[in-house]
């Protein structure tokens, strides 16, 4: 398990860079924390990491947001997500089979339907009011 702070928007998305180096495809992100949390700018440097130019918004009202040429990453939002049919309908199984990566926001409410290979990122807030707490567990690229 790795644990940092970040002390600012720009460092969050700094670190999700890093983390978004390491990755080769198919692997499942799984995002625990609060709303406001750095979950999207996080994503954001996960995106920038895998070398896609695009911009990375929350996927609160659309739950899925798919970004790069073929599908390379996927950010979803279960904050919504309550039963089996809802979490299917939102495609989470079928871009899993396809490789994709996968940042899942509000993981806390699809538990049970992670991978036993999933990343657990928890976004816990700092003592400042811009400083979080991320713990990254399940990688075993030193970030």
């Keep these: 398990m790795q644990r940092f702070l970040t002390e600012s928007y720009s460092e969050t998305v700094a670190l999700g860079e890093r983390l978004g180096k390491t990755l080769k495809g198919g692997e499942v992100l799984a995002m625990f924390g609060g709303m406001g949390m ?14 896609l130019s695009c911009e990375v918004s929350s996927p609160t009202f659309a739950i899925v947001n ?20 809802d979490l299917d309908s939102t495609g989470f199984f079928d871009y899993m089979a396809q490789g994709a990566v996968l940042c899942v926001e509000w993981s806390e409410n699809i538990e049970n339907a ?23 567990d399940g990688i075993e690229a030193n970030l």
């Design 38 to 51: 750095g979950k999207t700018a996080f994503t954001t440097g996960v995106a920038k990491g895998m070398g």
């Design 66 to 85: 798919v970004y790069g040429k073929n599908g390379e990453l996927c950010h979803f939002d279960m904050y919504r997500v309550s039963t089996w049919d």
């Design 114 to 136: 992670l991978p036993a290979t999933a990343v657990h990122i928890t976004f816990e807030k700092g003592d400042t009011e811009n400083a979080r707490v991320i713990t990254v």
